[in-house]
């Protein structure tokens, strides 16, 4: 059985890095770089030899492009550090392999995760110059399809890998 870890949250989104409060920085990490590792502590006890684990991260981890996004960019990208140091180590111990899904802008309840004003008008104008697709925005099966992709039998040579899940948004 997959574990996939999709935990996300923005805070700072908006802000410049030299505004953010300690509070917002710490928020960032704790949800979008902790969670990911303390539930895999948490599971990989749990998980059969030859398991998945998929990290949802986000293109923004690569994109440094984009005022606004400091934090909440090193925090994903702290994240995909940990997905290859984590497939080194439990593909080597538990033949498990570990990749991280990094979707671009998705549509979901909970797109509000941008305030609006300069900094997103900015945000938005980068991110629809560098879609391949066509669109800004994916839908929350366009992820699902990548993460089905990385946890089939067909992927169990693929580990430690980013797959950004954007409509060809890249940075």
Not at 2 to 14: E, H, M, R, S
Not at 54 to 69: D, Q, Y
Not at 72 to 85: D, I, R, V
Not at 143 to 165: K, P
């Amino acid at each position: 059985m997959p574990k996939v870890n999709n935990a996300g949250c923005g805070a700072g989104q908006g802000k410049l890095i030299t505004d953010l409060t300690p509070a917002e920085i710490q928020q960032a990490f704790a949800v979008n770089t902790f969670t990911t590792l303390y539930t895999v502590q948490a599971a990989v006890p749990y998980m059969p030899r030859g398991g998945r684990i998929v990290n949802i991260g986000s293109v923004v981890s690569r994109m440094h492009n984009m005022l606004g996004t400091g934090v909440y960019g090193a925090s994903k990208a702290a994240q995909e550090y940990l997905t290859a140091a984590l497939a080194a180590e439990l593909g080597a111990s538990r033949g498990i392999t570990v990749n991280t899904v990094a979707p671009g802008p998705t549509k979901t309840d909970a797109a509000t995760w941008f305030p609006a004003g300069e900094l997103r008008d900015d945000v938005f104008r980068k991110l629809a110059s560098g879609s391949r697709s066509g669109a800004v925005a994916g839908n929350v099966e366009d992820v699902a399809d990548a993460v089905l992709l990385v946890v089939s039998e067909g992927a169990r040579w693929v580990t430690g890998q980013y797959i950004a899940a954007s409509g060809g948004i890249t940075a």
